[in-house]
């Protein structure tokens, strides 16, 4: 191990770094990991580097549920970045961590950690999946499930037994083709959806979801809404897609994710929205079509259903997705494998649509 991590950094809004800092020491009760892989999530870490996340300039009261202004916000330099870790064990005191063991976990991008397994959710990664895609299951992953978890909710309040409870059976629209978007509807074609379509604006995302053999729908194109309303049809009057998660950061996509409903139904939002959400009609299909948006955030399950479900469920749902599609997700949604010191040149590619990618992630040396 060396005594220096790599840490990647925003110290202000455009400025990306690669710093170092001294390694921390094994400790009774810790251990130490490696970063084999390191995912990067473009929606929430580019709001960073944006300067565009409320936590820069608002505190979450945890209590009352409300942003603050002004009040303890995280500021720059932002140290923590990412959730999409995995890593050899290289030392353990710590009881059920052994050495040598390839865990995943969500201490963001170093090359380097000191863990505690009563602090760190530590989810240790089964011999036959390829490791690299292991940087979904301690959070990404479940994210996606959560989602499905709500659906199910709506129909089944706390008696939620399967993922499948919410799309068994049931036209099922995705808005948003990024990674979470496909691993939403992986996760729906898994567990049962009669049909998966979704709908995207950007062509290499498109080419993504055809090549994991979805249709995927251009938004300004044949309207879609107008598309699978024509298509999905319950009875008079009753047209468009049992349930929609709503899965692109943008709010013209919650917009659509609206229309594309038939009446009474539920967009299960998973997406965030930095920049607000003034392309929301409310007047228009959500009122006279009497809609709900419920989000799936992954803070919480469903309430009444925790008996049941947990992060560690959904962990476990998200290895079981990986061991069947893990191939076709390697293939097509990891695109770009690079080292940590061309993260900062990377974010500023992104930020300025000189580049695309669809998932980066991001390695260490030695």
């Not at 960073?48 to 603050?68: Q, V």
């Not at 059976?169 to 990024?178: K, L, P, S």
């Not at 107008?226 to 709010?251: I, N, P, T, Y």
């Not at 079981?320 to 061309?342: N, S």
Request: glycine residues 10%; aromatic residues 6%.
């Amino acid at each position: 191990m060396s005594d220096v991590d790599q840490v990647l950094v925003i110290n202000g809004p455009g400025q990306a770094a690669v710093c170092t800092e001294p390694a921390s020491p094994l400790t009774d009760g810790s251990f130490l990991a490696h970063t084999l892989y390191s995912g990067f999530s473009a929606g929430t870490e580019l709001s960073f580097f944006k300067g565009t996340n409320p936590f820069l300039s608002a505190r979450l009261d945890g209590e009352l549920g409300l942003f603050r202004q002004g009040q303890g916000c995280t500021g720059y330099p932002v140290r923590k970045l990412g959730y999409m870790e995995v890593a050899t064990v290289t030392a353990s005191r710590s009881v059920g961590i052994t050495e040598g063991a390839t865990v995943a976990m969500t201490y963001g991008h170093r090359s380097g950690y000191r863990g505690d397994p009563l602090v760190d959710r530590v989810v240790p990664l089964p011999a036959d999946l390829d490791p690299v895609l292991g940087i979904y299951v301690a959070h990404m992953g479940p994210i996606c499930a959560n989602g499905l978890l709500h659906a199910a909710a709506e129909l089944h309040g706390t008696d939620v037994r399967d993922l499948a409870d919410g799309v068994r059976g049931r036209r099922v629209a995705v808005t948003g083709a990024g990674v979470i978007g496909l691993l939403t509807a992986l996760f729906a074609r898994r567990h049962g959806a009669a049909e998966v379509v979704l709908v995207e604006p950007t062509p290499q995302r498109r080419a993504g979801a055809s090549a994991l053999g979805f249709e995927a729908l251009h938004p300004d194109v044949d309207d879609p809404a107008v598309v699978l309303k024509r298509r999905w049809r319950h009875a008079a009057g009753d047209r468009g897609a049992d349930v929609v998660f709503q899965c692109r950061g943008q709010s013209a996509s919650l917009a659509l994710a609206l229309r594309l409903l038939r009446p009474q139904g539920t967009v299960i939002d998973l997406a965030f929205y930095p920049s607000g959400a003034d392309d929301v009609r409310l007047g228009e299909e959500f009122h006279h079509n009497g809609l709900a948006v419920r989000c799936a955030q992954i803070g919480r399950v469903p309430r009444g259903t925790a008996h049941l479900w947990d992060r560690e469920r959904l962990s476990a749902e998200t290895i079981d997705l990986l061991r069947t599609d893990g191939a076709a997700i390697a293939d097509h949604l990891i695109t770009d494998l690079m080292p940590i010191d061309e993260a900062p040149a990377l974010f500023a590619d992104l930020a300025d649509h000189r580049r695309h990618v669809q998932q980066a992630v991001f390695t260490f040396d030695g």
